[in-house]
């Protein structure tokens, strides 16, 4: 309807799960929260749910409420219309029927399309606290689609945002994802500031926000994300929390360079201290977390420039996000452009014009008076 090509359908049925497994032999049941089906063809996975019952029916065998309003377990079934006032937003909540290829639409998701706007259903707190990822889903279905909250809906979004913490670190994790990786990061990131949501996922680089180049930063790499997705690039997890992290890890540095210890030592600190502490937020997965120390460590090198390890910096598997990571640094001057105008240079330049390049690094090198002091910086 938005001329938009969806990126994948929900199935309900009135089925129970456990008739799905009688039924498909190739089905598996999940979740101890929502029970699923997942029905395999192939390298696809079917995920199917059953319709599920009014909220305000009671059973304490499938129910379960944690003491600040969090759904834990919830497998009560119904019919397809009690089903549609369970769904978080109206727009969400609409049914394609397969038998006549009509949309079925119970709660107003139509209208609301029409007129662009993102409704939770029912009481927003009360549905906010079922499950506080609908606040992230809330900012990201309007970020992505272009759409405005409904007054009710986003009113109480402030107040609301520590709700978060009751959240797996795992799951906040693939949230983060959805967020910023639909080709609206821009929108979405002014969104997440404006309803007070960036807090309680990076806490850390909001306590930077007194700096000018923290937020310039940001912007930037949303919009190059951004780009990025419009031209069908690729976009890396771990770039972007080695962007949003970066400030956190700066301010630990100037917070400790008055220890005298090398500069090295200090950033090996910082990056260990900030990482540790997102994890308690966001849980960031050894794979990417990997990457971003490896981005991190390399930008000191890639400023020094040290001759001798010019050839193996550029074999580098990170080498390449490293340097794109350069190059925000320097659009914010937080390093001197001359050194990013190098690089690029280097990259471009033949075996002869990169051998002067090197020669040029080597006579700065020796013009430079020698300094034994630690900690400096270099």
């Given amino acids: 309807m938005l001329?938009?090509?969806p990126k994948d359908f929900d199935i309900a049925t009135n089925a129970y799960p456990e008739k799905l497994k009688k039924l498909f032999r190739n089905c598996l049941l999940i979740g101890r929260r929502f029970r699923l089906a997942h029905i395999r063809f192939g390298r696809e996975i079917i995920e199917v749910t059953t319709f599920r019952a009014d909220g305000e029916k009671k059973s304490f065998k499938h129910r379960a409420v944690a003491a600040h309003g969090m759904l834990l377990r919830d497998n009560i079934y119904g019919s397809i219309e009690e089903d549609a006032w369970r769904r978080d937003f109206t727009i969400n909540a609409l049914y394609y029927n397969i038998a006549d290829f009509s949309i079925v639409d119970y709660c107003g998701g139509m209208a609301d399309i029409q007129h662009k706007i993102v409704r939770i259903i029912g009481d927003p707190p009360t549905r906010y606290q079922e499950d506080p990822v609908r606040l992230l889903r809330a900012i990201r279905f309007a970020g992505k689609l272009g759409?405005?909250?409904?007054?009710?809906?986003?009113?109480?979004?402030?107040e609301l945002a520590p709700l978060l913490r009751h959240v797996?670190?795992?799951?906040?994790?693939e949230e983060v994802l959805k967020l910023f990786h639909h080709g609206q990061a821009f929108k979405t990131y002014q969104l997440l500031l404006h309803y007070h949501l960036l807090n309680e996922l990076f806490p850390q680089t909001l306590n930077c926000f007194?700096?000018?180049?923290?937020k310039?930063?940001?912007e930037i790499v949303c919009k190059n994300t951004d780009q990025r997705i419009q031209e069908g690039k690729t976009v890396s997890p771990a770039f972007l929390f080695s962007v949003f992290l970066w400030p956190a890890v700066q301010a630990k540095v100037q917070h400790s360079i008055k220890r005298h210890s090398p500069l090295f030592i200090i950033y090996q600190h910082a990056m260990n201290d900030v990482l540790a502490e997102q994890q308690k937020q966001i849980a960031i997965p050894r794979r990417y977390s990997t990457t971003i120390r490896e981005i991190w460590d390399l930008q000191q090198r890639l400023s020094q420039r040290r001759p001798f390890m010019v050839d193996r910096l550029m074999t580098h598997p990170r080498f390449r996000a490293a340097y794109d990571f350069l190059l925000l640094r320097a659009e914010i001057r937080e390093i001197s452009p001359e050194i990013t105008a190098w690089w690029t240079q280097f990259l471009d330049a033949d075996a002869p014009t990169k051998k002067q390049l090197i020669d040029k690094i080597i006579m700065e090198e020796h013009k430079k008076p020698s300094r034994h002091k630690r900690g400096k910086s270099v």
């Fill in 216 to 218: 310039k930063l940001l």
């Fill in 147 to 158: 759409f405005t909250l409904a007054p009710t809906t986003g009113a109480c979004i402030p």
């Fill in 3 to 5: 001329k938009i090509t």
């Fill in 168 to 173: 797996s670190p795992a799951r906040l994790f």
């Fill in 210 to 214: 007194d700096q000018e180049s923290t």
